[in-house]
């Protein structure tokens, strides 16, 4: 555990809504007792009915905000979302290699809950290959876990842990596998490292405002790792907090869309 307060990076695109990408990733990180910082992989023109547009800067300028923030700052977990395409995936793999920092949380960010592409096709590959040996903990909900893999998307839980096992054959030191898209009652993800796969359960909250809830929960988790004894602690943790931030997200009224959840619910 890091007894000071830990720096934490999100590489991620940005959201003009505010509700998802490298706006949620700081949000969590602030509200979580972590300083934030951040590298910007792409511009989204989004609000909360959608994403109408994106721009990628070239894969250099990516690695230039890289060497600048790990050549000054001491990143205590680094958080890693939308990438867009396989130059960026490549330059951010290169950086992570140079400058080794300790934890490494992956989200796959594929596609918007509007359905839009946010990464390329090309990139899928190199993600999987460049990427994910490095992560500490890989974060996939099922549709993502299944674009890694060529398979089908798990349709229940013994699918999803033999999945994270898969996925976990693939480099990463530990696989949350994401159980949002089942059609369950309750919300349950799966936790599958070397030593063994834990369940975590969790409430289905029937809210409408579930923008950025992926992102969130990976920032919250890069955020507590190092700040707790260990990642299943970590996890749990993260998991509360995006509970409560989505039972009290009804408190924001933002968009005529999926709206954000609520990242500063403790306080107001």
Not at 113 to 128: E, G, I, Y
Not at 150 to 173: F, I, N, S, T, Y
């Amino acid at each position: 555990m890091t007894p000071t307060i830990p720096n934490v990076l999100t590489i991620a695109g940005s959201d003009s809504s505010g509700g998802a990408g490298i706006q949620a990733d700081l949000k969590a990180f602030s509200a979580l007792g972590a300083y934030g910082a951040s590298v910007i992989t792409a511009l989204t023109a989004q609000n909360t009915r959608g994403v109408s547009a994106i721009h990628a800067p070239e894969a250099a300028f990516v690695a230039a905000q890289l060497d600048a923030v790990f050549s000054d700052i001491r990143i205590d977990a680094v958080k890693i979302g939308m990438l867009a395409n396989a130059g960026i995936v490549r330059a951010v793999a290169a950086a992570l290699r140079q400058y080794r920092p300790r934890y490494v949380v992956l989200d796959t960010v594929m596609i918007s809950k509007s359905n839009h592409a946010l990464l390329a096709p090309d990139a899928v590959a190199a993600l999987r290959d460049e990427l994910l040996p490095l992560a500490s903990v890989l974060t996939p909900n099922l549709p993502e876990a299944a674009a890694l893999l060529g398979v089908e998307a798990a349709a229940d839980e013994p699918a999803m842990r033999r999945q994270g096992e898969a996925l976990l054959k693939l480099g990463p030191q530990a696989v949350l596998m994401k159980g949002g898209h089942l059609a369950a009652a309750d919300s349950p993800d799966w936790l599958v490292q070397a030593s063994g796969a834990l369940r975590l359960g969790g409430p289905r909250v029937p809210v409408k405002n579930t923008h950025g809830t992926g992102c969130t929960l990976s920032s919250a988790i890069a955020a507590l790792i190092p700040q707790r004894a260990d990642l299943a602690s970590a996890v749990t943790d993260a998991k509360a907090y995006l509970t409560g931030a989505l039972e009290h997200s009804a408190r924001l009224d933002v968009g005529s869309g999926v709206g954000p959840v609520h990242h500063f619910y403790r306080w107001w």
